[in-house]
C-alpha cells in the first residue's frame, strides 16, 4: 500500500526553500573551510573525522536496505524510515564535517612529515596513490556538492505522494547519494595518516 502525503503540494514554495536551503548549506561548507579556530580542546579533533566515516558507512548500508526493502519486500513504510534516517544522518555528517574542518584544518595527502608543505620527494613516496585519492576526492567533492538538492526534491516528492516523480528522481537521487556515501570512508582512511 503506497503511504498518504504528509505535506501539502506547493511546488513554488519548495523550490524556493529547497534552493535557499542548498545554497545556505554550500555557502557554510565553503566559507567554514577556509577558517580554522584553534581551540585548547581536551579531546583529538579528528574524532569528528571518525564520525563523519562512520556516518556516510551508515548512511551507504541504509541506502541499500531502504532500495531493497522498495524493491524487493515493497515495504514502503520501511523504506521511509530508513530513507529519513539517511537525512537525519546528513544532517549530523554536515555539523560533524563544519566542526571537523574548523578544528582541525585541511591535511595533504602525501605530507609525510605533516609540515603542511607537500614535497616532490612526498609525492613520490605515495606515488599513484596520490592520484587515486584525487579522483576519488574530486568526484566525491562535486557530487556531494550537487546531490543536496536532488536528495531534497526526491524527497519533497515523496513526502507530498508523487511517487511517479519520486520513482525517477531517485532513479538519479541513489546512485549519486550512494556514491558520496561510500567514498566518504574510503577517502577517510587513505588521508587519515596525514593529519597533525
Not at 504528509?6 to 545554497?23: P, R
Not at 574524532?47 to 556516510?56: R, S, Y
Not at 587515486?132 to 524527497?155: D, E, M, N, Q
Not at 507530498?160 to 547519494?177: D, G, Y
Request: proline residues 3%; glycine residues 4%.
Amino acid at each position: 500500500m503506497m503511504l498518504k502525503a504528509v505535506l501539502s503540494k506547493n511546488d513554488n514554495q519548495a523550490k524556493w526553500l529547497i534552493g535557499i536551503f542548498s545554497l545556505v548549506v554550500f555557502s557554510a561548507v565553503v566559507l567554514l573551510s577556509k577558517f580554522k579556530l584553534t581551540l585548547n580542546l581536551p579531546f583529538d579533533v579528528h574524532i569528528f573525522a571518525t564520525i563523519n566515516a562512520f556516518l556516510n558507512t551508515c548512511t551507504a548500508f541504509l541506502l541499500i536496505a531502504a532500495l531493497l526493502a522498495i524493491k524487493v519486500s515493497r515495504n514502503y513504510q520501511f523504506h521511509k524510515s530508513l530513507m529519513m534516517t539517511c537525512l537525519l544522518f546528513s544532517i549530523l555528517f554536515l555539523v560533524s564535517y563544519i566542526a571537523h574542518h574548523l578544528l582541525a584544518g585541511e591535511a595533504k595527502f602525501g605530507d609525510v612529515n605533516h609540515d603542511g608543505i607537500l614535497s616532490d620527494y612526498e609525492k613520490l613516496q605515495v606515488g599513484g596513490l596520490r592520484t587515486f585519492y584525487l579522483i576519488i576526492l574530486g568526484t566525491h567533492i562535486f557530487l556531494a556538492t550537487i546531490i543536496l538538492p536532488f536528495i531534497l526534491f526526491t524527497a519533497y516528492r515523496a513526502l507530498t505522494a508523487e511517487f511517479s516523480i519520486h520513482k525517477k528522481l531517485a532513479r538519479i537521487t541513489w546512485p549519486l547519494w550512494f556514491y558520496v556515501a561510500a567514498t566518504g570512508p574510503v577517502i577517510y582512511f587513505l588521508i587519515r595518516p596525514y593529519y597533525v
